[in-house]
């Protein structure tokens, strides 16, 4: 039987998402990593997700945080001058500048383009985070396998590395198996946040046990999509999806319409929650007080000896336009 996720009786936390107001969040649920195996696989099992605390060395996010805020800043005036790159205090320009390419600027009628754009793009394959994806890669592949019993763990080539500066709009609610659905659903991502966030920093926050909701969407699509091309049923953005994949750009609304709870951590640098890839899940407005940037990247865990989207086998520039990065030429 399901086991309920268990919240502390803390003050009501409301975030602000495309949409409107997200009340009455709640908590989600930590684990460490000597908690017993059979104890984390229940938990992921059973709520869709699963947060583990400081599994990853802490000094090695912090310097990637740095690094990354460093290479993006260039020329794109993000970070408050005199401040610490480490930091990431924003600098208090508009935030649509730097929104990150792809979907969201596309419904925001902006282009892919600009100094950040370029930055953010060419970040996916600067030494600095390939170096860094390399070593947390191998910090979590023999735990990946044990906790989800995979005979050769691997974490694929391409990821997401991303940043929501205070104020703007972030990622809209989607389940990940929308953007590996040329593969059966054999991948776990493991969602890395690159420094410190507040509960209202706009850390990714997951729709409680909406594991069964993502895998009834996708029953939808491909029933729905049974006329398309190859090519187009395992597109992301076929004309039976938004233009960037997603659900639904109101979080709160699509809450209330499956009368589920969003849950939402106070995540640290060295911390990884992993999860399901059908679980739901958005990234509401980054609030933060002191007015920190929220960085992140997204690692997809995959059995090397089971079928998944090859697609992931090589880096990507942009999740949402592969073209992109014909238009852009990443540093050397």
């Known amino acids: ?3 309920m996720l268990v919240y502390s009786v803390q003050q009501r936390l409301n975030l602000r998402a495309y949409g409107g107001a997200i009340e009455d969040v709640k908590r989600l649920k930590p684990s460490t990593s000597d908690t017993p195996l059979e104890v984390l696989r229940r938990r992921f099992h059973e709520d869709g997700v699963l947060w583990v605390k400081g599994l990853i060395s802490r000094d090695l996010v912090n310097k990637c945080r740095r ?3 460093e290479f993006v800043n260039q020329g794109s005036g993000m970070l408050k001058p005199g401040t610490d790159p480490q930091d990431g205090i924003f ?8 929104i ?7 419904a925001l009628g902006l282009e892919d383009e600009g100094p950040f754009v370029e930055n953010t793009v060419k970040s996916h394959v600067a030494p600095f985070y390939l170096l860094f994806k390399d070593e947390i890669a191998k910090q979590m592949e023999a735990f990946v396998g044990k906790l989800f019993d995979f005979e050769d763990p691997w974490c694929l080539p391409r990821s997401l590395l991303r940043c929501a500066v ?3 709009e ?7 198996q929308i953007f590996l659905r040329a593969g059966p659903p054999t991948s776990v991502t493991a969602w890395v946040p690159i420094g410190d966030i507040e509960k209202n920093g706009g850390g990714l926050m ?3 046990h909406s594991h069964d909701i993502g895998k009834k969407y996708e029953e939808d699509f491909t029933r729905l999509s049974m006329d398309l091309s190859d090519e187009e049923k395992v597109s992301h953005v076929n004309r039976n999806m938004n233009a960037g994949g997603w659900l639904d750009r109101n979080s709160s609304q699509f809450g209330k319409n499956w009368g589920r709870d969003w849950l939402v951590g106070e995540y640290e640098a060295g911390d990884v929650v992993f999860h399901n890839p059908y679980m739901i899940h958005a990234g509401p407005i ?9 960085v992140s990247t997204d690692l997809r865990f995959v059995d090397k000896s089971m079928p998944f989207d090859e697609r992931w086998t090589f880096p990507a520039f942009s999740e949402s336009d592969p073209n992109l990065a014909r238009k852009l030429k990443p540093s050397a």
Not at 286 to 294: A, C, F
């Open 1 to 3: 039987m399901s086991s």
């Open 91 to 98: 600098s208090g320009n508009d935030w649509r500048n730097f």
């Open 100 to 106: 990150l390419p792809g979907g969201t600027r596309l």
């Open 67 to 69: 690094d990354y805020l």
């Open 286 to 294: 980054n609030e933060s007080p002191k007015g920190r940037i929220r």
């Open 170 to 176: 972030s990622t809209p609610v989607h389940y990940d």
């Open 206 to 208: 997951y729709l409680d």
């Open 166 to 168: 205070p104020g703007a």
